[in-house]
């Protein structure tokens, strides 16, 4: 991760969706680390799916997740045996990724957001910012912003539509945020 304190800006429309090995649905990738990496190698990804269809969720050993729903009546997820209700919007559940995890949809095809790092290289902190706030970038860290829902300001000059997401790497700030909606603050840390 670099220092330069640089904001780069990740535009929705510029995402590309790849869709799932099983045909469930689809899933955007927002950002990762290292770039470019697959997902055997990630440090941190963060994605948006689209769920069409119920079924099991991908195994992913060594990782953490935490998934939350953005539109849709939600779903079910049967977790080592154990069902959790992620039916509430903006409600982030967080779960291991080595989990035998399989999914029932709650009335009709989800978004949801998720947030996945390698245990022992990276965490996460996850906010939903709801009104204006400072944000600050950790020495070693990473912040990433996505806006889920409205609109948000990040400084003077740089405007997030719904799903547009800001990288801030590098110590800096602090960053103003003026979310009009719900916007997901994700400060990711290494070596943790």
Known sequence: MTTSGRIQVLRAAERPATAWLNGGGVTREVAGFPAGAGLDAFDWRV???????????????G??????????????????GAEHRVDEPFRPFAFSGDASTGCRLLGGPVVDFNVMTRRGRTTAGLDLATAPRTVDVP??????????????????????????AALLDGPGGPHELRPDGVTAVVTFRTGH
């Open 139 to 164: 020495a070693g860290g990473v912040v990433l912003l996505l806006c889920l829902a409205g609109t948000a300001a990040l400084g003077t000059d740089t405007t997030l539509d719904r799903f547009d």
């Open 63 to 80: 990782i953490d997740r935490v998934i939350t729903l953005v539109e849709g009546n939600g779903m079910a997820l049967t977790v080592d």
């Open 47 to 61: 994605s948006l799916a689209d769920v069409a269809s119920e079924g099991p969720f991908s195994v992913f050993a």
